[in-house]
C-alpha cells in the first residue's frame, strides 16, 4: 500500500530514511552511453507514441522500445522522477503519464516504485500526482533538503560541477526512470531530461549552477548549462519517459505560459537524442540549445535524429 504522507512527515536522517547503500551499485557514475541496465542506447533510438490519451501515448512509447522489461527487472526496485516544480498547466508531468509508467512498472514484476523528491507533499497533490500514487498503490519518498540526507558523487570529466550531491536513498534502487516535462526556461530556453536530474540534486548543490545573471549573461547562462551536462556524467536514467502532450513555450520554468499541445509522449535511453527531438517540437533548434550541443560534444548521446532514429506511432 501507499504509504500516506502527511505534509509535515519527510525524511529528516539517513537513520530515519531506513538508508542502506548497496554494494556496487552502478546507476550514479554510470559509464556514458551504457545505461545501468546494459540496454544499448544505439540501437534503441527516440520513440513517441500520439494521441489524446496520454496514458495510452506513453505506453506506446515504451512498447516501441521494446517493452518496459527491457528496463526493468523481475524484483527490482524503481525510482521514478517526475517534475512537479509547478502547478499550472504544461509546467509538470501529467498525472496519466505517471500512471501509466507505474502499471507498466508493475507489469514488468517490480518489487517497489517509488517517487522521489525534495518537494513538499503540496507540490505532489496540486500536480495531481499524488492522488495517482495513492490510487496505484506506488511509493512518495520526500525528503528535507538537508545536507545529510545528500551524497558526494565526483563527477567523470566535469568543467563546472566537480562534485554532484544526490540524494542518498536514490542509491536504494536497481532502476531510475527520469520523467521530465519538457517546456520553456526563463535561462537556457529548455528543459528536458538533461535539466530533469536537478530534481536529485541537492538545492544547495544546484544553486552553484547560477551564477547571478544566469538568465541574461551568456557566460551564465553557458555556465549553468555545462553544470547541467556534468550532471549528467554521474547519473543516468536506465530509461527516459517525457511529457510532451503540452507544455509552456514562454514564462518557464513556472508559467503560466502559452501552451503548445502536441500530444506525444517520447521515450529513450539517449538523453541528448530525446531532448533534441523534444526541442523540434516548438521550432528550437537542438544544436543552438547550448545544454543539448554540449552533452553532444561530450558523450552523452547523439544529436542528430537521423543517426540516433526515431518511431513514432498513434496511440
Not at 509535515?8 to 552502478?26: H, W
Not at 496514458?55 to 524503481?78: E, N, P, S
Not at 567523470?156 to 527520469?178: H, Q, V
Not at 536506465?238 to 509552456?248: C, G, P
Request: glycine share 10%; proline share 5%.
Amino acid at each position: 500500500m501507499a504509504r500516506k504522507i502527511g505534509r509535515r512527515e519527510f525524511f529528516k536522517t539517513g537513520a530515519q530514511a531506513g538508508l542502506t547503500l548497496a554494494l556496487g551499485r552502478k546507476l550514479a557514475a554510470a559509464p556514458i552511453g551504457r545505461p545501468a541496465t546494459g540496454v544499448d542506447a544505439a540501437a534503441t533510438g527516440v520513440a513517441v507514441g500520439t494521441g489524446a490519451d496520454f496514458g495510452k501515448a506513453a505506453v506506446k512509447a515504451v512498447d516501441l522500445l521494446g517493452g518496459m522489461g527491457r528496463f526493468v527487472k523481475k524484483g527490482a526496485r524503481v525510482a521514478l522522477l517526475p517534475n512537479v516544480q509547478s502547478r499550472h498547466p504544461g509546467t509538470y508531468t501529467k498525472p496519466e503519464v505517471l500512471r501509466a509508467v507505474i502499471k507498466l512498472c508493475r507489469d514488468a514484476g517490480a518489487a517497489d516504485i517509488d517517487c522521489l523528491s525534495w518537494l513538499t507533499v503540496k507540490h505532489w497533490e496540486d500536480a495531481g500526482l499524488k492522488a495517482v500514487i495513492d490510487e496505484e498503490q506506488a511509493g512518495l519518498k520526500l525528503f528535507e533538503k538537508d545536507e545529510a540526507l545528500f551524497k558526494a558523487v565526483a563527477v567523470p570529466g566535469a568543467k563546472a560541477l566537480p562534485e554532484a550531491r544526490i540524494l542518498t536513498a536514490f542509491y536504494e534502487y536497481d532502476a531510475f526512470i527520469n520523467m521530465p516535462v519538457t517546456k520553456d526556461h526563463a535561462g537556457n530556453k529548455f528543459t528536458g531530461t538533461l535539466k530533469n536530474l536537478m530534481g536529485l540534486n541537492s538545492p544547495v548543490n544546484n544553486r552553484t549552477f547560477h551564477r547571478p545573471n544566469w538568465k541574461t549573461d551568456p557566460d551564465d547562462v553557458a555556465h549553468l548549462e555545462q553544470c547541467i551536462v556534468d550532471l549528467n556524467k554521474a547519473v543516468k536514467p536506465d530509461l527516459n519517459v517525457v511529457d510532451a502532450t503540452e507544455f509552456i513555450i514562454t514564462n518557464g520554468p513556472f508559467g503560466p505560459g502559452e501552451l503548445l499541445k502536441p500530444r506525444k509522449v517520447v521515450a529513450g535511453t539517449d538523453r541528448v537524442a530525446v531532448d533534441a527531438y523534444c526541442a523540434g517540437l516548438w521550432g528550437l533548434v537542438a544544436a543552438e540549445i547550448v545544454q543539448i550541443r554540449l552533452g553532444a560534444e561530450q558523450g552523452l548521446g547523439e544529436i542528430d535524429l537521423k543517426k540516433a532514429g526515431v518511431k513514432e506511432a498513434a496511440a
